[in-house]
């Protein structure tokens, strides 16, 4: 058996600007409490990720009272939020329906973890189209929008040809049948007619967020 089964990424906010984050989905209890017990020992921060509410309510009670936890997105902080830099929001994260709400709040909150303000936009997906186009004038005014659809995702592809900004797609596992979990989603979005849309894996609202800060780390090197 190996000495560590964990080795902290501890450059990668100097290397990247993006802080160190944890995917709780696979590992047992005893692995993510000697993460986190390292991470308080360091005094380092910490984004869990895919940490459900069963695996955070096992953690040891120590590290639970440290822990600023969503159960929505199952993600938790650990150590405070980098403050914003800019209070006026630079990305908008739209859903096309309540159901994708759990993906864009988890690029929400990797966002904030990392001090970039956002707006939320939910519920205007192209099943009621009007939804959308009372708010397009509002969306053009943000450099970097994520869009989170199921289903059809129609709707990154639709932004796509109404607003200037950088479209990062995050195709959700929303949906029955056809949809198959996400995957029709994937492939309408990697078909999409709107040039230069980013799109992203399945459910992956971290990496949409992580993408949106490296699109504006580019803009505003530091």
Known sequence: ????????????????????AVLCADKRIE???RIIK???LANRRLLLTRLSEEKFAALAD???????????SRTGWLGDATPETDQTPQVAV???GTSD???????????????????EVYDVGVAGLWRLMDRVEELA???VLIAAAGMDAALPSVLGGLVPGLIIAVPTSVGYGVAAGGLTALNTLLASCAPGITVVNIDNGYGAACAALRSLRGRNPS
């Open 1 to 20: 058996m190996a000495d560590r089964d964990h080795v902290p990424d501890e450059s990668r906010s100097h290397r990247i600007g993006i802080d160190e």
């Open 94 to 96: 739209v859903t096309a």
């Open 141 to 143: 005014r943000y450099p």
């Open 31 to 33: 692995n993510l409490d």
């Open 62 to 72: 120590i590290h639970r009272e440290q822990i600023d936890y969503e159960a929505v």
């Open 101 to 119: 709400v759990p993906v864009a709040r988890e690029a929400v909150r990797t966002l904030e973890f990392n001090g970039v303000a956002c707006k």
């Open 38 to 40: 390292d991470a308080q």
